[in-house]
C-alpha cells in the first residue's frame, strides 16, 4: 500500500500552476486585487437593517419632542411637522380633505413625520386647496427637516396649486400616505 504524500502533491499542483503562468501576471493580477479591495465596502448593499433610526427623544426635532396626536387644529398635530399655511381643518375641511368650494391642487410637498403614539415615521404630502380666498386661521409655519428651494418636492414654500382651475391659495392638508422606511 502506497503511503499519501502531501508534498509530492503539493509539488505537482504548483509546478503545474508556474508552468502556466508568469510572475508578471501574478504580480499584475497581485496589484489589481490589492488597489480593488478598498472599493468593496463602497458598493450599493442594502443596509436597511445595519443601522436603525435613532428615534430618542434627544434625536427629535423640536417639532417631534412637542408633537401631538389629538387635536389637528393645533400646529403641534403629528402631521404638520412640514405644513405652511392655514389648516383645512380650521377652515371647514380636514387634515386631509379641502373644504367645500376649494379644489386640491395635483402637486404638493412631502415630510416625513414622526407619530408619537407609535414612534414610527410617516410620509406626508401635504396639499394645497385652491379656487378661494385664504382663510387666514391657524396659520402655521413648520420647517421639520426642510429643504433649500432648489430641491421643491420637500420646500413648503411655493404656493403648490399647479394644475387646478384657480391659483388662488386657501387652506393646506396633510394626507398620510404611509409608513416610512
Avoid at 29 to 39: H, Q, S
Avoid at 133 to 147: A, I, L, P, V
Amino acid at each position: 500500500m502506497s503511503k499519501f504524500n502531501m508534498d509530492a502533491l503539493g509539488e505537482k499542483l504548483l509546478r503545474k500552476f508556474a508552468g502556466s503562468t508568469s510572475r508578471r501576471s501574478f504580480i499584475t493580477k497581485l496589484g489589481a486585487t490589492i488597489v480593488a479591495a478598498p472599493v468593496f465596502p463602497l458598493l450599493p448593499v442594502s443596509r436597511a437593517n445595519a443601522a436603525k433610526p435613532d428615534r430618542t427623544p434627544e434625536a427629535k426635532t423640536a417639532f417631534a419632542r412637542n408633537a401631538q396626536t389629538k387635536d389637528d387644529t393645533k400646529c403641534t398635530y403629528w402631521r404638520y411637522c412640514a405644513i405652511d399655511g392655514s389648516l383645512c381643518s380650521c377652515c371647514g375641511g380636514t387634515a386631509a380633505s379641502c373644504p367645500a368650494g376649494t379644489e386640491p391642487s395635483p402637486v404638493s410637498w412631502v415630510g416625513t413625520c414622526i407619530n408619537p403614539d407609535d414612534g414610527n415615521a410617516y410620509l406626508i404630502a401635504y396639499r394645497d386647496c385652491c379656487g378661494k380666498s385664504g382663510c387666514g386661521q391657524c396659520g402655521c409655519d413648520n420647517t421639520d427637516r426642510e429643504t433649500q428651494l432648489y430641491m421643491p418636492q420637500l420646500n413648503n414654500n411655493v404656493i403648490w396649486c399647479f394644475g387646478t382651475s384657480s391659483m388662488e391659495y386657501h387652506c393646506s392638508t396633510a394626507v398620510l400616505v404611509g409608513k416610512a422606511q
